[in-house]
Nanobody, 112 residues
């Protein structure tokens, strides 16, 4: 089970940190990441990070967002957010032997 937290209202140019923790006695996921979905839009990948710590970013967030992880938690540091980053953010953990597990979604609103 995944528990996401850290969403809320943030001003443009501010910062926000999202977290997503896996509960229980489990092995570390092979891959972790974040998707987002704005109203009327398709869900899109924001960032992912491999078990080896290699990050991957969508072009719109490169240079502003940073993804990181420890054994059971994935983080998304959002610096200089823009109004177009407003969306529901969903985390996932992926295990080769278990498949995808998703968090419940956390709302991020970027507005002054």
């Amino acid at each position: 089970q995944l528990q996401a937290s850290g969403g809320g209202l943030v001003q443009p140019g501010g910062s926000l940190r999202l977290s997503c923790a896996a509960s229980g006695s489990i092995s570390s996921a092979n891959d972790m990441g974040w998707y987002r979905q704005a109203p009327g839009m398709q869900r899109e990948l924001v960032a992912s990070i491999s078990s080896g710590g290699i990050p991957n970013y969508a072009d719109p967030v490169k240079g502003r967002f940073t993804i990181s992880r420890d054994k059971n938690t994935v983080y998304l540091q959002m610096n200089s957010p823009k109004p177009e980053d407003t969306a529901e953010y969903y985390c996932y953990h992926f295990w080769v032997d278990r498949g995808y597990y998703w968090g419940q979604g956390t709302q991020v609103t970027v507005s002054s």
